[in-house]
């Protein structure tokens, strides 16, 4: 009774559009108030020990490197080394915003962060260029869901925190399959923008490259940081995130000197904020996963899958069709705690390593944030181009069908998760 309880309250505040973590949360209360054996004081020490994880002290960390950065200047200096890279290309600019998002992707972790970041500067300079507006928002949506596939990655470091898995290797595992990702989208709006005759906006020119890669490196040096740090063993995916911290301050203010002390106190309220966000969906969450455990929810729900198949490729083929469908409908935090517990069940089922698993779980959240309503790119690229979700949701169609064939890649082909993390010390 408490199972039901629990999952029917979540499905109807979710019907009735409650915040995510509100629904997590109030759902949980009443299983614990159908159940009758707990305290509700209960609910306030679980939420508390959801976040007393140093693992999770990444996730703001890594929010706060992608504020700094990009009040440093840091995102200009991007998009112009991302210009010289493939601006030559048919619709020069649309590829520019993915390369330039790829890029981002190593600095914040965040697809939203990403996806506002870069689209405040690409999307209003395609539609003075010519682009359909619900074009350059489909592409800059597209190119900003990369931002929790390529490392640093949240989604990435809250499943090593559910699951005990290698946050570094997790990381190293996503760069394959985001440069993969990166790659198909920018050929689909190379194709679209050459058909519909949008013209590039550069020569190519290895002194260019040289030129704008030199106004960027130090703006690259965050990532390299991160990844260099963490591949060689020399800090943890936490100490990396405080040291990126240091990084984007001192580049920030004593460097480019785009951030002044005056700034710092809304810089950093701008941090709390986010990070706040999501670890307040964390910890409601990890009440509902809680009780989900004394249920045997999990279980209980692997137990069906299994009983529909046992085959390790249609099982993983059904997964993937469960996350796709979970990600257009929760928010990426709240699925990975919700449905993360269940697919450790089934691993042994599934003949593939647990790193591997973890890098299929993200891209196929990463692919649920370009899917209404809950598609988190959309929403802020649209509110960006102010275009309806409608129809920046069918420009998004080719981006989509490209992606799911990376997805089929990334699952079924191991190498393109497993060689990079293999690099990594556990």
Known sequence: MTAEVLLLSLLLLFALNAPIAMAIGLAAVAAILVQGDFSLMMVVQRMYAGCDSFHLLAVPLFMFTG??????????RIIDLANALVGWLPGGLAAVTVVSA?????????AAADTAAVGSILIPAMKRSGYDSDFAAAVQASGGSIGVVIPPSIPMILFGFLTGASIGRLFAAGILPGILMGISLIVVATIISKRRGYAATTAFSLDGVWK?????VLALGAPLIILGGILFGIFTATESAAVAVVYALVVGMGI???IKIRDLF??????????????FIISTASVFSWIAAMEDLPAR?????LSLTRHPAALLLLINLVLLIAGTFVET?????LFVPMLVGLLPHLGIDMIQLGAVVVVNLAIGMLTPPMGICLIVSGSISRDSMGAVSKRVLPFLAILLLDLLLIT???????????????
């Open 67 to 76: 504020v700094l950065m990009e009040a440093g200047g840091i995102s200009r």
């Open 102 to 110: 790829m890029f981002f992707a190593g600095i914040s972790g965040s």
């Open 266 to 279: 809304k810089l950093f309220r701008e941090g709390a904020v986010t990070s706040a966000i999501v670890m």
């Open 412 to 426: 079924f082909v191991s190498p393109l998760t497993l060689w990079p993390a293999r690099w990594v010390a556990p």
């Open 333 to 337: 935090t709240a699925a990975l705690i």
């Open 301 to 305: 729900l692997a137990g069906t899958l």
């Open 256 to 258: 480019y000197r785009q």
């Open 212 to 216: 704008a890669f030199k106004r960027a």
